[in-house]
């Protein structure tokens, strides 16, 4: 990996010193860890944690924290399924991984406990390109080396200010410099991932601030105009200065965190990760239609939610539909809508806190004299004081930008290769970071630096980010994917539609 200049060599081994060899409690300690107890009791000659519950924690935290699947914990306490109380002792399995590390160390001609933990991630083979296809042709010189230029706002400057003996309590919040770390290591091991398949690639890691005027001056390194992609998380206007750099020298540029729907206008290098809030409404219309054809629609939209014109839009997709479909702004006047013979299906246009934890409480207490199922909105999953109890006996949906399916092997996968590289628990902007990195190097080594042609045909399973892209006329690509998952036995599943 090359670095953009010797101070930022500099300020980078000290920053990664900091990061991956000290204890931050912000980074090696995530903070549904840190409920994990310590007490351990061997039972019937199998080992436990012993979990004393504290206010607030439901199920689903408890089964994250210790790295275990909830229907696990349920299995072994079977009195949860009356649901919590503080206090309440729970005996919670010690995880396969951490028996299996305890194991004595393997003779050399045994096989490794990387190797029994940690198979290879699954890398799709290179496929030629079908010089048949449109997005076949292309012309441009196939090199040895691709050259990547990586932007994250390190604010490495930071680093040597940072006082590892007296820590705050959510240093990454204090520490600008830990921000998006995970998102970084992240990359790298999809960058290693892919680097064992031959491909060959050379990052750049440029530290991006707030100051325009550095970001100018880094586009200014004649090393950059000769760069085949540019990933950065930039704040708006330096990835606007960025941008139009990309666009005036043809290099495609990729945003991995913005929300902003104007982003990709009237440049078409850009790729926007995350969907914009205006696309839902297709992907709501389709889960609608695919499961609720003889139901009824109820949208509760109580006039706060940031998209006003979403509700009744969605109100008028779905009469076109032959949906039956009606809006009311409050809980009282969606109850007096319910069906009892129908399917109700009721979207709630909300993402307000206390909104939302008042109506689920509400709606708990009515979902005996209806069949309800209940859809959120995204960052619900933001929200943690939902009951989770409330949640599966609601049959709640919610639609998020990603999620991260705990059951999948190959995310569990991760986490352990994770756990055992950086000694934390990968967090959102880990998973993101591998998706980002593996997805658009791997569109990289299959179609070149024009990859853009041929990115409707690179399909691949990612741990977090579903990657469906559309373009506009003369505008960028946005993803148009929104991940569904439902709460079911106290976990949350991904649900197709």
Known sequence: MGINSAAMKKYLTIFLFLVFLLPFPG??????????????????????????????????????????????????????????????????????????????????????????????????????????????????PRKNTWRVALMLPLDLDAVTQMDVMSLPDDPEEAYPPLKFVQFYEGFLMALDSLSKEGFKVKVTVYDADKDTLKTKKLLRDPEFKNVDLIIGLLYPRNFQIVADFAEKNGINIVNPISEREQLVKGNPRIFKV????????????????????????IIVN??????????????????????????????????????????????????????????????????????????GMPRWDK?????????????????????????????????????DRYKAIPDDLAFQGFDVGFYFLTALQKYGKGFERCIAELKMKSLQTTFNFSQSNGNGFENQYWSLYKYENYRMVGVSY
């Open 27 to 140: 980074h090696c300690q995530d903070p549904l860890k840190q409920m994990r107890s310590n007490a351990k009791e061997t039972i019937n000659g199998k080992e436990y944690f012993i979990h004393i519950v504290k206010r607030g924690q439901t199920l689903y935290m408890i089964s994250k924290a210790y790295g275990v699947d909830v229907n696990d914990v349920i299995r072994e306490n079977p009195e949860v399924r009356e649901g919590l109380s503080s206090e309440m002792k729970l005996k919670i399995p010690v995880p396969v991984s951490e028996e299996t590390q305890k194991k004595p160390v393997k003779k050399h001609n045994e096989v490794s406990r990387e190797t029994e933990l940690t198979p290879p991630l699954p890398v799709p083979p290179p496929e030629p390109v079908d010089l048949r296809l449109p997005c076949g042709e292309d012309k441009s």
């Open 274 to 297: 995350r969907p914009a809030t205006s696309s839902l409404q297709l992907s709501l219309l389709g889960f609608l239609t695919a499961n609720f054809k003889e139901g009824k629609i």
């Open 302 to 375: 109580p006039s706060v939610y940031p998209d006003k014109d979403a509700a009744s839009n969605l109100k008028k997709s779905c009469l076109a539909a032959k949906l039956e479909t009606v809006i009311t702004s409050d809980y009282a006047g969606a109850v007096e809508q319910f069906s009892k013979e129908k399917e109700n299906a009721l979207i709630i246009f909300s993402q307000n806190k206390a909104g939302a934890l008042d109506l689920i409480t509400k709606l708990n207490e009515k979902r005996s004299d209806c069949k309800l199922t209940v859809i």
């Open 383 to 419: 929200i943690e004081d939902l009951e989770t109890d409330y949640l599966v006996n609601l049959k709640t949906h919610v639609f998020s930008p990603y999620f991260v399916d705990f059951a999948d092997p190959d995310v569990q996968h991760f986490i352990l290769k994770y756990q």
